[in-house]
Nanobody
Framework: QVQLVESGGGLVQAGDSLRLSCTAS????????MAWFRQSPGSEREFVAA????????HYADSVKGRFTISRDNSKNTAYLQMNSLKPEDTAVYYC????????????????????WGQGTQVTVSS
């Protein structure tokens, strides 16, 4: 089992920055990759970014490419999502996820391949 705890959400204005953190505990050696998803009311959970544990290859949704950066501090078992130039449409609950499946490498944008999820942290961007 892997436990994930997110932090760092809040209320900001358009153009501001925020950094989300996701600390993993438990059987972290079993993880192939970590990702961030987001979900706004009435919408499906949406892929934001993913990071492989071994090769550290990153993937981003087109809507956040160039503005968001996913990274990981292995010594702290913590993943980060640096969000710059935030827009009102970035408003959502952001979830950290971890996958213990090799299918992470071929399908890391699909929520179903992630075994572990954090509780979510609210990000609100005002115009």
């Amino acid at each position: 089992q892997v436990q994930l705890v997110e932090s760092g959400g809040g209320l900001v204005q358009a153009g501001d920055s925020l950094r989300l953190s996701c600390t993993a505990s438990g059987r972290t050696s079993s993880m192939y990759g970590m990702a961030w998803f987001r979900q706004s009311p009435g919408s499906e959970r949406e892929f934001v970014a993913a990071l492989g544990i071994g090769l550290s290859i990153t993937h981003y949704a087109d809507s956040v490419k160039g503005r968001f950066t996913i990274s990981r501090d292995n010594s702290k078992n913590t993943a980060y999502l640096q969000m710059n130039s935030l827009k009102p449409e970035d408003t959502a609950v952001y979830y950290c996820a971890a996958s213990g499946r090799p299918t992470y490498f071929t399908n890391n944008r699909t929520p179903g391949i992630y075994d572990y999820w954090g509780q979510g942290t609210q990000v609100t961007v005002s115009s």
